[in-house]
Nanobody
Framework: QAQVVESGGGLVQPGGSLRLSCAAS????????MAWYRQAPGKQRELVAL???????NIADSVKGRFTISRDNVNNTLYLHMNSLKPEDTAVYYC?????WGQGTQVTVSS
């Protein structure tokens, strides 16, 4: 039974940057698949980026070139580095570690 806690959300201006963190603990696969999702009001929850223990990652087309995903396999921590943020990036960002979801962290991009 894993526990997943996101942090790092907040208010940022368009064009700004933000780093989200996802700390996983408890019982889980040693090298789990970890991913970031987001959900904006009125929109479906979408996969933003996925990271495998090997370092191979998948980035959604909507954020490709602006967001990068990384992980610390020793500490089971996942990061989402968000650059050149746009208002349309505003959403609740969720971390998923295998099949356990975090509570989400709000990211608001606004002037």
């Amino acid at each position: 039974q894993a526990q997943v806690v996101e942090s790092g959300g907040g208010l940022v201006q368009p064009g700004g940057s933000l780093r989200l963190s996802c700390a996983a603990s408890g019982s889980m696969y040693r090298l789990p698949v970890m991913a970031w999702y987001r959900q904006a009001p009125g929109k479906q929850r979408e996969l933003v980026a996925l990271s495998r223990a090997s370092g191979i990652s998948n980035i959604a087309d909507s954020v490709k070139g602006r967001f990068t995903i990384s992980r610390d396999n020793v500490n089971n921590t996942l990061y989402l580095h968000m650059n050149s943020l746009k208002p349309e990036d505003t959403a609740v960002y969720y971390c998923r570690v295998e099949y356990t979801w975090g509570q989400g962290t709000q990211v608001t991009v606004s002037s």
